[in-house]
Nanobody
Framework: QVQLVESGGGLVQPGGSLRLSCAVS????????MGWYRQAPGKQREWVAG???????NYADSVKGRFTISRDNAKNTVYLQMNSLKPEDTAVYYC????????????WGQGTQVTVSS
């Protein structure tokens, strides 16, 4: 059974940066396209960024140019570097299979809270 453990969130001022990590266990990350998602209070979970097994990346318009997704297959870990953070980036961030797989997902992890506030 695949387990996802997100980490790296925290409280940061507007304009600041954070790097999120997602450790995957139970399967080999190199076989899959992965995505980062987020859910703000009172809103549905939304896709933020995706990376193919070959390393191609895609981003939601709201984060394009500010966020960078990457992967380290040897460490079975996916990362999300977030720069120029805005208050509207405040949410719980999750990783899972990329949206390219449609409704197919692994069980969601606990996520990591990102709060952008002065």
């Amino acid at each position: 059974q695949v387990q996802l453990v997100e980490s790296g969130g925290g409280l940061v001022q507007p304009g600041g940066s954070l790097r999120l990590s997602c450790a995957v266990s139970g399967d080999s990350l190199r076989l899959y396209a992965m995505g980062w998602y987020r859910q703000a209070p009172g809103k549905q979970r939304e896709w933020v960024a995706g990376i193919s097994w070959g390393g191609s990346t895609n981003y939601a318009d709201s984060v394009k140019g500010r966020f960078t997704i990457s992967r380290d297959n040897a460490k079975n870990t996916v990362y999300l570097q977030m720069n120029s953070l805005k208050p509207e980036d405040t949410a719980v961030y999750y990783c899972n299979l990329d949206r390219a797989y449609g409704s197919s997902t692994w069980d969601w992890g606990q996520g990591t809270q990102v709060t952008v506030s002065s």
